[in-house]
């Protein structure tokens, strides 16, 4: 989140442009870990 800001903004100032490219790159950053957890472990995160 506060990298986003940074390159998108120059500091940390939320704007509406900002907020929807902070979830989309957090979402994506998850991906990798609940993908494996899914079938390593076959555990969900619910």
């Given at each position: 989140?506060?990298l ?7 500091g ?9 490219v902070?979830?989309a790159?957090g ?11 899914l079938k ?7």
């Amino acid at each position: 989140m506060n990298l986003v800001d940074v390159v998108l903004t120059g500091g940390a100032v939320l704007t509406l442009l900002v907020v929807p490219v902070m979830f989309a790159v957090g979402f994506v950053a998850a991906v990798p870990y609940n993908y494996w957890r899914l079938k390593a472990l076959g555990k969900a995160c619910h």
